[in-house]
């Protein structure tokens, strides 16, 4: 987002083991220890951070074994997650190219480490469909670990890296996902589908998946390079049941698993293209924030209470943010 205060500290982490040092330097210093990869998704309070970052400057991707339907491919938690996507398109077996599994997430920002995280997810697909492992630095028993996928309680938008004791404990140093031979099947998320339907693409290989969806996001959500934004800056509602029916009965649209498009409850709300304190709500995707003139964290905080107030008087739902906070206000 372009604002907040500095960090005290930053250590670029190069090698796995450089963490135990950082670790060290932060003990010594009795400061606390947060870890960023791009740091696309995380927003810096006014106050700065009174801490050490660690930013994740592993690299390497790898194959690590295959046989005949599947593949693991694993990627050192500093790589872009795009790269790790444009890699599973391309690689080929000797039989086919292009693994199924992870295309759908395709020009996500940030970095592979991040992915589990707050398990990452667009277009039908979320990391933790084809995860496999990470290992991680674990800070509090002081050593590297493999965790499977199983022991992370991963979840939308969520995983025990961003909740409870988890939050600050790890250092996530590599991601292995699990690629399949077979490729993705309709009927494809909505969006997705239509692109597909309207330019009559009946073959859909990882890398036609991967070519569709990075047009689609070009065409509804700004680039990160060009303009301050965290991607979807609030999380989509999620309804129980009665909840849903409920909302139904107002003609408010309610997907599968109870999902409230929080997009569509901005725009309904009539904030769509709006500009509050100097950040706008996006005029292509409203759950998009986008930097224009905001000239600290103290205007976000006054215009995200704008758009969650809109929403609440209109439909009654509380928006959450979606992307992470660091430091004093
Ligand atoms: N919609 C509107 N107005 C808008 C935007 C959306 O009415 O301005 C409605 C439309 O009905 C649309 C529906 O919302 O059909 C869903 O919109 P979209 O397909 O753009 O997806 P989303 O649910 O709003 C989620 C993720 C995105 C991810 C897309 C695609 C969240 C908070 N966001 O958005 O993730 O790219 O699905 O799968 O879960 C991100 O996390 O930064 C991010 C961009």
Redesign the pocket.
């Given at each position: 987002m372009r604002l907040g205060g500095a960090a005290r500290f930053v250590i670029e982490i190069e090698e796995d083991k450089d963490l135990a040092e950082a670790y060290h330097f932060a003990d010594e210093k009795k400061l606390p220890v947060y870890v960023i990869g791009g740091g696309s998704n995380i927003i810096g309070r006014d106050g700065g951070y009174n801490g050490v970052i660690l930013v994740n400057k592993l690299h390497g991707i790898y194959v690590i074994d295959s046989d005949e339907d599947t593949i693991r491919l694993c990627a050192k938690s500093g790589e872009l997650l795009d790269d790790f996507v444009d890699y599973s398109v391309k690689l080929f077996d000797g039989e086919q190219f292009g693994f199924s599994g992870i295309e759908a997430l395709s020009k996500i920002p940030g970095t592979v480490g991040a992915a589990p995280v707050q398990n990452v997810g667009?277009?039908g697909q979320d990391i933790a469909q084809t995860l496999h492992h990470v290992c991680v630095y674990d800070y509090k028993d002081n050593c590297f670990k493999k965790m499977m996928a199983s022991e992370l309680n991963l979840g939308y938008r969520r995983s025990i890296f961003n909740t409870g004791d988890g939050v600050g404990r790890y250092f996530i140093t590599s991601v292995t996902v699990e690629l399949h031979k077979h490729w993705m099947k309709p009927p494809f998320?909505?969006?997705l589908q239509a692109y597909f339907d309207e330019r009559n693409i009946t073959e859909f290989s990882p890398a036609v998946v991967r070519e569709a969806v990075s047009a689609i996001r070009a065409s509804?959500?700004p680039d990160p390079k060009e303009y301050a934004s965290s991607?979807?800056f609030?999380?989509?509602v999620y309804l129980n049941e009665e909840e849903a029916e409920a909302a139904r009965a107002k003609d408010i649209?309610v997907w599968d698993g109870g999902k409230v498009?929080?997009?569509?409850l901005i725009?309904h709300a009539g904030l769509?293209g709006k500009e509050f304190y100097g950040m706008r709500v996006s005029d292509k995707?409203?759950?998009v924030l986008i930097n224009e003139s905001a000239k600290s964290y103290a205007d976000l905080a006054k215009a995200r209470q704008a758009v969650i107030d809109a929403v609440y008087e209109k439909f009654g739902m509380t928006l959450e943010q979606?992307p992470m906070e660091l430091g004093d206000e």
């Open positions: 667009a277009y998320y909505n969006s509804k959500l991607g979807s609030f999380k989509n649209p498009p929080c997009g569509w725009e769509k995707a409203a759950l979606e």
